[in-house]
Each structure stands twice: as C-alpha cells, then as structure tokens.
C-alpha cells in the first residue's frame, strides 16, 4: 500500500511542478510520476528531508527537485524538436 502512496505523492508532485514551469500538458500522468519520483530523490539529495512529509517524500524539497527536473527535461526537448 505504501507505494501506491508513494506513486500518488509523485503524482502529484510532478503536476504542480508541471503547472509552475507551464510544462504539464506535454507530460502526462507517467511523466508526472517520473517527475515528481526523480525530483524527489534530487530535491532530497540537495536539500535534505526538512519540512513536512507525506509518503515518505519531504514536500518542498521534492516540489523543487521536480520543478528542475521539469526545466531540464523541457529546455532539452524544446532543443531537440527544433
């Protein structure tokens, strides 16, 4: 059950980074999770497992980890379709 919540979480996660950088449309759900899953590992590794968690994932770091892992993912894709 508690991946289910984990996968949830960084749903959820990737959505609001999606929806700050305005890059949400071109995701979808599994790139969501991909983001919100890979932003939280890279938020927590920069910024440490401070603030409040849920699912095991501290929130602001994971919603930063994933806001970058979003520009990063978009700057490269936008480069490439040109």
Known sequence: MHWIW???VGAIIGAIAGAITRRS???GWIGNIIAGLVGSAIGEALLGHWGPQLAGMAIIPSLVGAIIVVAVVSFFLMRSSK
């Open 25 to 27: 449309g071109a995701m």
């Open 6 to 8: 984990v996968l949830i």
